[in-house]
Every structure is written in structure tokens, then in C-alpha cells.
């Protein structure tokens, strides 16, 4: 049956370019313009241009007949999905829903699958994550994901619906793992980002990649996740994606801290919210995570660089 892709941006467009070459893909955007746009170009020119959409790919803007697949891929910004959740539930029930966002809500501090669940607690949910950027998804170049299901059933039928010759999916049950190990990490590359764009040097990165992994193993395996997911695709991999290339929007926003210019603000910045709602978290838990603690004091404008440095350097002395 079809799969539908919930969400016309970049990584959206993607997962629908590279799916469409082996089954039947509606690519689903809630702008009626774009949506005609992208039919008559036959590329989404706004979000991820150069990349041509396969015969197989429908566009569509109405949710109702876009969602008459089983499969619904939601590429909802994850501060949009609650809401977007909320005002569909009646189209979403009885579909199988697969998460494509990384992020902690910054209401509830939950991720991707539990705010479905909150609102839709029947429905089937699986989350795709790990290192992967758009247009190497969209160019056919080799990506790994991790696709995290609770249901171990339900995942080996997603992993083989899901997989294609390009983008080869790796299946876990440990759904809370693969949540925050995509999500944290993201944070993890704002500060690197900031580190760089302050010229730190890459020494400093390297330290901050490495101190900042565990601190997404803190706190990622006291909220029941398993050691061995986050040194995986969606922990580590996704880690080091992020935090070394200027493709990510989150090293960038970094950069543009650490240097001191402003950043696009209508560009998705997942690891923004995601760095105050860990911080809480951390709070609430009596969890030490200084690099989350200041990339929160760094979004929210109460540290510069050279403070939350400073109070990194000056942290007592201890064994790694």
C-alpha cells in the first residue's frame, strides 16, 4: 500500500524521493502553493532544490486523501507536533505512524513517540533517526538509520517497507534510547558549533563531543535506555554527523553564537528547545550535564561563549 510523508521540508522531501523509487510515495505539504509548485517543477525547489522527484511521487494537500496509505512518515518539526497531532487525530487514527523528527518537546519534555502516544495511546509508532542529511538521502548516496519499535513485529515489517537499496535501516526495540540520543546530540552540536565559530580550535570540539557523549549516556540511561543504542546510529553516529559539518543547522546555529552574528530565525533549530527542556530535565533528575546547562544559558541569551567557557574550565577536577 501507499506510504504517505507528512511534511514537505527538506528531510521530508527526501525520505519521499528516496522511497519512491521503490513503491508508491504521497508527499503531503500543508502550503497549497508549494504543494502546486512542487507538482508542476517536479522538485522542491524551496527546501531541497537539484533534486528531481521520481515518477512514483504524488503531491498532495489535503491530509485526507494523502493518509489513505497504512504507513504515515510524520517530518513535523517536533515543536509542531503536539499540535499537528492534536488537530489530525481523526485522519492518523488506525495508521501506522513513523516519527522522522528528533527533539524533546519543550512543554512536556517528551519525545517524538510519546507525544503521539499521549494523544493517539492505540496507535502503532515507530521513530526513524541517526546520522543522515537531507540531500544525501535525496542523491541516492549510502545512509544508516536507526528505526526504534516497540513492537519487535511491527519493526522487522517497517524495516523492510522502509529500507531501499541506499538507505539501509538498523531495527531496535529500545525506542527511548533512539529518542534521546537524537535528540541530545543535537545540543551537543550547538556547542561545538559555538566552540568553533569562537575559535576555540578543534581540540576544544573534539572535548566537548566527547564530555558532551556522556553526558547524553547520563541521562539517556536514567530514563531506562540502553548503553549499547547510543554508542549506535542514533547516539554516537548521529553525533558525530552533527557536530562536524556545516550542513547542520544546529552546528550552525552554534558557529553563529560563537561568533557573535545572528542566525536565520525562521531556519528549524531543533536543538534550541531541546537544550532547555534537558536542562529541566537534568534539574529534576540531579543529573550533572554542564555543556547542556550552558548551551541552555547560550540559547536563551544569559551566558555568552566566553562565560559558559569559563564556567566549563573551572568545574572541579575529576577522573573521566
Not at 133 to 144: E, K, M, Q, V, Y
Request: net charge neutral; glycine share 10%; charged share 20%.
Amino acid at each position: 500500500m501507499n506510504i504517505t510523508v507528512v511534511g514537505a521540508g527538506a528531510f521530508g522531501t527526501a525520505l519521499a524521493i528516496c522511497l519512491s523509487k521503490i513503491t508508491a510515495v504521497t508527499l503531503w505539504g500543508r502550503n497549497g502553493e508549494h504543494a502546486a509548485a512542487m507538482r508542476q517543477d517536479r522538485e522542491n525547489r524551496a527546501r531541497l532544490p537539484n533534486c528531481a522527484f521520481p515518477d512514483a511521487l504524488e503531491i498532495s494537500a489535503s491530509l485526507q486523501e494523502a493518509c489513505a496509505g497504512d504507513i504515515v512518515l510524520l517530518a513535523v518539526p517536533m515543536q509542531q507536533l503536539k499540535h499537528f497531532i492534536d488537530q489530525n487525530q481523526a485522519v492518523l487514527t488506525q495508521k501506522t505512524l513513523v516519527a522522522c523528527c528528533k527533539g524533546m518537546d519543550l512543554e512536556s519534555e517528551l519525545g517524538p513517540l510519546d507525544v503521539i502516544l499521549r494523544v493517539l495511546p492505540d496507535s502503532q509508532t515507530a521513530l526513524l533517526t541517526g546520522p543522515s542529511f537531507a540531500r544525501d538521502i535525496a542523491s541516492g548516496l549510502p545512509t544508516g538509520l536507526t528505526l526504534a519499535c516497540a513492537d519487535e513485529a511491527m519493526g522487522r515489517i517497517l524495516q523492510h517497507r522502509l529500507s531501499t537499496p541506499t538507505l539501509r535501516l538498523y531495527r531496535t526495540q529500545d525506542t527511548v534510547g533512539a529518542s534521546l540520543g537524537g535528540a541530545l546530540k543535537n545540543v551537543i552540536a550547538i556547542a561545538c558549533g559555538a566552540a568553533m565559530g569562537a575559535g576555540l580550535g578543534e581540540s576544544a570540539r573534539a572535548a566537548v563531543m566527547t564530555r558532551g557523549f556522556a553526558e547524553i549516556q547520563r541521562l539517556a540511561v536514567e530514563k531506562g535506555a540502553q548503553p549499547g543504542t547510543l554508542a549506535g546510529l542514533s547516539g554516537f553516529g548521529d553525533l558525530v554527523l552533527t557536530c562536524t559539518s556545516t550542513q547542520s543547522r544546529n552546528y550552525r546555529l552554534g558557529v553563529s553564537i560563537g561568533e557573535g552574528v545572528d542566525f536565520d530565525p525562521t531556519t528549524t533549530v531543533e536543538g534550541a528547545a531541546t537544550a532547555k527542556a534537558a536542562h529541566k530535565m537534568a534539574q529534576k533528575e540531579g543529573l550533572d550535564m554542564p555543556i547542556t546547562a550552558a548551551v541552555a544559558g547560550l540559547v536563551e541569551n544569559r551566558l555568552d561563549v566566553q562565560e559558559a567557557m569559563q564556567r566549563l574550565l573551572s568545574r572541579s577536577l575529576k577522573e573521566e
